[in-house]
Each structure stands twice: as structure tokens, then as C-alpha cells.
């Protein structure tokens, strides 16, 4: 028998006969007369003392992460342009050819230089619209970065997302010395699905000129998170990527996995997959790039507070020096929380919204036994859909066990 707790995210393998003597005293408190067995399932966090509150300490675990300051998390954009199109974007409405001035750069600079003495880490985002239309903010702003953070003794993170249209070799050796150490691409599938899904501006397919990069700065380049957004039109086609990745000896370098595209004007909810069939899509297709994986990533892993929505320390930073608390509302103006210069109106109630949300006292979610490892997931699905949402391991949590426990079970009899 599998045996998997969320709270304390322990996983186990139990006899029969153990978990029956288990399953006895769960249901009438019959005593287990086996010190060892009692032993590994207190160690588990299967057995608990009669006043241990496993939902207050979630609670308590999530406040002490959402409202600690020990690390600062930003999500930079220098510009809320983009050379892509792509329909589904959340930013498509918001896409205009603006560029961070070398005076909000300053500001910026100086957003992070007041908080060096109170915290320990740095951690960065370079965003967009498309961050390598305007990379010369990014280098600036990061030089100065780890400059900060070399006199201030505060460890330095960075990733960035980008389209990869614009990647070369030279960017990528520049990402070494500035510490981008990952960054986002996304590829939707076979050239045909890309191309549709990911057009230029001109409406022309980006799907050669990405590939062609990457293989180009395979040598030089940083580890990268390889997106494919999938519909019920590119899902079949997402692991034509898988097959690109291995024929070109890409999969050192390039780790893939799939986003879920949702509804909007451009797409309606009938081209989505549902939340049970995007499930079990991604499961199916994690097991396909496997080989790419560790045999834990299957595992879930605990959450404390979701994202830096709900997080104190977390700010996203638009092009115009606009603050926001996620980065799906950047450029949404009605979601500001602040600005860099100090001069806009602050939506509190967007704010206190994602910030004071308690998953733990959320009718939907207190008695769910999945709570700890998606703790109401997307703060800002939430606020917009009026309800919490559900982490996928709901449909699929199960079969994830058995590939865990499974490949484990292997690796132990080789050794």
C-alpha cells in the first residue's frame, strides 16, 4: 500500500497487514501493538497526538510565508511591447511601444537599494511584453543589481521569460555574467500549431527562427523551461516538441512542460481542455519526457502561500514604473498597486484581495485533503472567477504515487 501525506509531504509503503492494523485504529481506535509501525507513522505524520490542529499550522505556515520580508521578489518589465501576436495572451489588450526610461531604471534600481538592509535574498524576473526588445534595461538594471547585493552580503536570483525570437549566443553569454541562470521559452507544439498559436506582429510564424536558436546556443545556454500551451487543437501535437528536443540533443539544456491555455475573447471555452482532461494530458506527457525528469518531480510539493500575489515581498514592476502585486495585471491600470514615483491612486481592494485571502477557513478548501500542496491555487483565477480553484494532482495524484513509488522500488534493487 502507497501511503502519502500532504501536510508533512511524506511518502511511504505500507504491508497489508500493517496498513490494516493502521486502518483498524483509524476507524475504532483499536490499539496498534507494534512500536515500530507507530513509530514511522507518527515519523510520516500519518499518526498525530489528539491535539495537533494540522489546519492551524497550515494556517500558521502560510502566514509566516506570505508576510515574511526576508527575501524581495520582482518581476521587472522594460517594456510592454512585444514582437508576437499570440491570441491567447493575457497582455494582448495591454501591448503598447513603450520602454522603460533610463529615469524609472534609476527608480527601480533605487526600489531595491531601501530594502538591501532587510533582506537576504534578491530574486528577479525580467518580463515584457517581450524583455529582449529592450535588453539594455535589463542589463543595466541587473549589473546594479548584483553590485547591491555583493556589498550588501544579499544572494542574487534571476530568470527571465522570453519568446526566444531575439536569443543569440552573445545574449547568452551576456546571461552568464548577469546571472540569468533560467529562462522561459514556449513552443506550442508541431510548426504548424505554433505558428498559429505564436505569430509576428506581421502575422508570419516564429516557430523555425526559435528552433534554429536553440540549437544555435545549445552550448552556451542557460537551463530553459520549454512552455507549450495546449488547447484540445495542439494537445496530440505538444509531444512533436519532445521529439525535436532529443533529435537535436537538446534535453540537457531544455526541460519541457505544458501550460494550460484558458478562455477568453479569442478563445472560447469549448477549444479548452477542461481541468481533468488538462490533467491528464500533462501527466501523460510528463511520463513521455520522463527520461528528462527526476523520478520526485512527480511528487507534489507543499505550498505555503501560493505566489507573490499573496506575498508581501513580491512586486511586479511594469515598463511606466506601475507596481503590481501579479503579473497577469500589468498594464491593467484598475490593478495598480502603486507606483514607482509615488503619484497614482492605489487599488487597495485588488490588494487585500489577493493578500488576505485564507485558503484555510475557504469552505471549498479546509476539508480538502490536497490543501497543503495547492493552498487555493491562482490568487488571481480566484479574485476573478469568484472561487478558489483546485490543483490538478486532484485528477491525477494517484497514478503520480505509483510512478514515485514505482521508480524508487527500482532504483533500490539496482542498489
Sequence with gaps: MIAYNSFSNALALMDKDKYEAFDVFCNSQTFIDDKELTKQLKRGGFLVEDDYD?????????????????????????????????????EKDV???????????DKVIEFARKRMKGISKLSVAWYGGEPLMHFPAVERIAREFISLCKENHVD??????????????????????IKISRIQITIDGTEHDHNQRRPLVDGSGSYGKIIENLIECKDVLPLVDLRINIDRGNAESSKDVIR????????????????????????????????????????DFAMEASQERSDMSFLPRKKTNF????????????????????????GKHNKCKGNLAGD???????????????????????????????????????????????SLYKHTLNRSLEIVTTRLKSKNKNT
Design 54 to 90: 494540522e489546519l492551524r499550522l497550515i494556517r500558521l505556515q502560510m502566514l509566516k510565508s506570505r508576510f515574511n520580508t526576508d527575501t524581495l521578489t520582482l518581476v521587472i518589465a522594460p517594456t510592454a511591447d512585444c514582437n508576437f501576436r499570440c491570441p491567447y495572451c493575457y
Design 95 to 105: 501591448i503598447r511601444p513603450d520602454y522603460m526610461s533610463g529615469e524609472t531604471e
Design 156 to 177: 542574487y536570483y534571476s530568470i527571465m521569460i522570453t519568446n526566444g525570437y531575439a536569443l543569440t549566443k552573445e545574449l547568452c553569454e551576456v546571461f552568464r555574467d
Design 244 to 283: 525535436i528536443l532529443r533529435e537535436n540533443d537538446l534535453t540537457s539544456k531544455v526541460r519541457p512542460y505544458l501550460g494550460m491555455i484558458t478562455a477568453n475573447e479569442s478563445y472560447n471555452k469549448s477549444t479548452c481542455l477542461t481541468d481533468c482532461d488538462f490533467s491528464q494530458f500533462s501527466h
Design 307 to 330: 505566489c507573490m500575489a499573496d506575498s508581501v515581498g513580491g512586486y511586479v514592476i511594469g515598463s511606466d514604473g506601475r507596481l503590481y502585486s501579479c503579473l497577469k495585471d500589468i
Design 344 to 390: 497614482v491612486e492605489i487599488n487597495h481592494k485588488t490588494y487585500l484581495d489577493y493578500i488576505l485571502h485564507d485558503p484555510t477557513q475557504d469552505k471549498k478548501c479546509k476539508d480538502c485533503n490536497l490543501l497543503p500542496v495547492c493552498m487555493g491555487e491562482c490568487p488571481s483565477n480566484r479574485v476573478d472567477n469568484g472561487e478558489s480553484g483546485c
